[in-house]
């Protein structure tokens, strides 16, 4: 049973350009949570996506897009970057049942880094 | 806002006993107890609810006191492979998004 796949695992790019991370979920979950953790942090809240929409929404700019697909992968897209931006992007799978009651379940996340 | 975690690091001998606390200024919901290794991903190790209920790891304890806020993390008789960070994520204040502390950086040595 495949568990949480990100895409890329690294990469790097430069100020002002504009990124794509992927994410497939753990098979049988259908709610994708994106989280930006910088070296030394916790993770934080990016967004939520069930049933293709944006659910929850944390405190990022409207830079930071994202999208989820009929098969509950999802997309994390970053315009305009800037060097504050360079982290490990992870992306955490759950099923939206009781989702406050049941573990996410992380990706090994993508590491960004901005020149 | 983010949950407190304290302490911020702990380094122990093999076999020793740690407690790990993460407190809220926002009533909590439900806590979740997370470990990530240097380089990997975080693993889930226990979920607290309000209530009393909690989904998790045989080997680890924990508890949540509602009336304080506050969940504590118990690490008993505690191996090598427990090294790593503990990060506790909260649901609070009717909020529906799981927010992470700062995490406690653990060292387990021989």
Redesign the interface.
Known sequence: DAG?TQSPTHLIKTRGQQVTLRCSPKSGHDTV?W?QQAL??????IF?YYEEEE??R?NFPDRFSGHQFPNYSSELNVNALLLGDSALY?CASSSQTG???????????TRLSIL | QQPVQSPQAVILREGEDAVINCSSSKALYSVHWYRQKHGEAPVFLMILLKGGEQKGHEKISASFNEKKQQSSLYLTASQLSYSGTYFCGAYQGGSEKLVFGKGTKLTVNP
């Open positions: 949480v949570s989280y030394g942090q916790g993770p934080q809240f939520q659910r929850q944390g992870l989702v406050s009651n049941q573990p996410q379940h992380f990706g090994d996340g």
